[in-house]
């Protein structure tokens, strides 16, 4: 198919373009508004214990968790003083109509929480709101329309807090990291591509072919956002794995298609830059369709996910990688087809007379690669202890969710937040209780129970609807971080805590975690056995071994792994603070090692597919020859690290440029997930790639070759062999 393919290229390449194009502009218009169709909740399981305490709660008496907290201070009033209570009861009055259930101002609170909404120098003052709304979307749409009517006149100082206005802050800070990490990372991806490539024209189609990929993915997204929901967060996903994806795959064709024209310009074709084309297609451009069907299987294991923030970075993330293959496998060869030799135009001057391809075929990469297969077991065994030892710190990992600490410390809602521990005593986790068909001795029975689980333990009485099988809901707080492992085991407690007759569900944030971590667990299994098997059976299709597959499993495994152990001795232990600037959290974020893993996996997948790939050329070109299995199997090793060796190290630069751009993000998550990619990038792509790989296929020797004879011979008819008529086998060439 990719044969036929490349021949249509070839002949119709203007043809390709100009539709190619028109499609991009098309995809660009309407992707243009996809923000209006993303949802900005999407952070619970719906089916959770808390999920159906919430919607139990709201079907009952309307939302009544205290969302939003706005803080009111003086310096020179306090809240007892007329115009402070005045100024206060203004902003309550002019909250517009239909976005809040319920407000609980300091002046009109229930008896039992009236003194723990006024601090104790009587100078700051709470009011509670609760927001209108069945979901969080509406949450926060709600919070959108009142946050501009919050602020308070006559001199007061407002602040505000609580879930909601986290998740605001973190949504606008996420869109202006986005901004800044665009105009930051392309520039420089252009800069460094012209290093690359030495000419203007070859380094601006990286850029070019991510564009596509960009506005392309993002229309995907708008389309799918017409039919489930899809949070704003995966753009951002989009965005780093469609530029860096896209950039990667630009650089291989590019590359390969240089390599092929210099050849075929040198033979009697008549037309060398649709032979370079075909050539180009039938081997880098096999390659990188199955790069890219190996990184989408690998984000397609986010949807078995219930929540739809994961699911999304999963959407987002195929529908940017599958562009970013398409646009490299269409748009770039049929621009390439028309260029020809004008692809080298603008070369800068120290590279002007300089041969695109030369000879070489005992570089630096072959050497390497040779002297790693001298010692392969030394080799093999000195990166394994390393790499496990970098990853040891994630044996003590510690879970946890957002809150207001994973926002920068000047961000509104964090200031709030320490606000309100400084002026009104020591941080209080909640619970909302809502218990079914239990009467009021059974209710003030399981209560005094409740008050049992933890020494700091308070429950008050919200409301009670209906008789004696009616439904009532408590709360229940104590002292502690809402995400500390205390919390946690608080609300496990509590879950143990049964009343006498009828149910009771347990929500509130800390639940809201306890599900998320629980589901996480129970859907990782199948997560992993999704992305290996997949994995498995796509790299069979790409290389005819069974036994390749599974090392690659196992040699992403490391990297990944030492990722997950920087990421949890920075963020979770809190090293490097200071100068990462950040917060630390004492935990992760449950949900972003699941996105890292389905990323990094992916990406890992990734150089892996390009070096056996070529690994697989030089095996297959040396067929038939003189040569024993063990010294075909370290020449094609050693060409195959020679021919991939730069321009992988050049792949992996641009897109660590493009993913260590999010690692200055100052939302705490994203920074972890850009220096956690960036991390197992800079491992994958030269730690592992250049040593690990060919010591463990030197020690494996004609055996990474091996399938059951069934399969093998099926392979031979069937397999999608990267290759064509080849030049002289022995004859090896790298891009200048």
Known sequence: MIDRWARLVARRARTVLLLGLLVTVLAAVYGAGVFGSLSQGGFDDPDSEAARALRLEQDTFGNQSADVVAIYSSDDLTAQDPAFR?????????????????VVPYYAAPRAIAPSLVSQDGHHA????????????????????????????????????????????????????????????????????????????????????????????????????????????SVNVISLLGIGLAIDYALFVISRFREELAVVSTGSSTDAAAEAIERTLATAGRTVLFSGLTVA??????????????????????????????????????????????????????????????????????????????????????????????????LGVRWGSVDYRVLPDDAPAHRAAALLSEEFGPERSGASLVLRGADQATVTSYSRAVEQVDPTMQVLPVAREGGADGVTLLRASWEGNSQSEHSQ???????????????????????????????????????????????????????????LPIKAVVMNSFSITASFGVVTWIFSDGHLADALDFTPQGFLDATNPIVMLAI????????????????????????????AAGERNE???????????????????????????????????????????????????????????????????????????????WWERHGFREGHAPHAPEQERVTV
């Open 86 to 102: 005045r100024a206060v009861a203004d902003v309550v009055d002019a909250l517009p109509a239909g976005t809040v259930a319920h």
């Open 126 to 233: 709470q009011v509670l709101i609760s927001l209108a709304g069945h979901s969080q979307d509406d949450y926060l749409t709600n919070y959108d329309r009142i946050s501009p009517h919050l602020q308070a006149a006559d001199g007061l100082t407002t602040d505000v807090t609580g879930s909601f206005a986290v998740y605001d802050d973190v949504n606008r800070l996420t869109s202006e990291d986005l901004e800044r990490a665009e105009l930051i990372s392309m520039p420089v991806v252009i800069l460094l591509a012209l290093l690359i490539f030495g000419s203007l024209v070859a380094a601006s189609m990286p850029a070019l072919v991510g564009t596509v990929a960009m506005v392309g993915a993002l229309a995907i997204v708008r389309l799918i956002a017409q039919v489930t929901e899809v949070s704003v967060f």
């Open 297 to 394: 299987a690998a984000l397609a294991s986010l949807l078995i996910f219930p929540q739809s923030f994961i699911r999304s970075m999963g959407l987002g993330g195929m529908a940017a990688v599958l562009v970013a293959m398409a646009a490299a496998l269409t748009i770039l060869p049929a621009l390439l087809k028309v260029l020809g030799h004008r692809v080298d135009a603008g070369r800068l001057p120290w590279r002007r007379g300089r041969a695109v391809a030369v000879e070489d075929a005992r570089g630096r990469w072959h050497a390497l690669a040779r002297g790693v297969m001298r010692r392969p077991v030394v080799v093999a065994a000195t990166v394994v202890i390393a790499l496990l030892a970098i990853a040891s710190p994630f």
């Open 489 to 547: 085991a608080v609300v496990k407690d509590l879950r143990q805590v049964r009343p006498a007759d009828g149910e009771v569900l347990v929500g509130g944030l800390t639940a809201d975690t306890v599900d998320l971590l629980s589901s996480v667990r129970s859907h990782l299994p199948w997560m992993a056995l999704i992305v290996v098997a997949v994995m498995l059976v796509l790299l069979f299709l790409a290389f005819g071994s069974v036994v």
């Open 600 to 627: 990094l996996f992916g990406l890992s997948m990734d150089y892996e597919v390009f070096l056996l790939s070529r690994v697989r050329e030089q095996w297959d070109a040396t067929k038939g020859s003189a040569m």
């Open 635 to 713: 020449l094609a090793v050693a060409t195959g690290v020679q021919k991939t060796g730069r321009i992988i190290t050049s792949a992996a630069l641009l897109l660590g440029v493009v993913i260590g751009a999010f690692g200055l993000s100052g939302i705490v998550f994203i920074k972890m997930l850009g220096i956690g990619m960036l991390v197992a990038l800079l491992i994958d792509a030269t730690v592992v790639r250049a040593l690990l790989v060919p010591a463990t296929m030197k020690l494996l020797g004609g055996w990474n070759w091996w399938a059951p004879a069934p399969m093998a011979r």
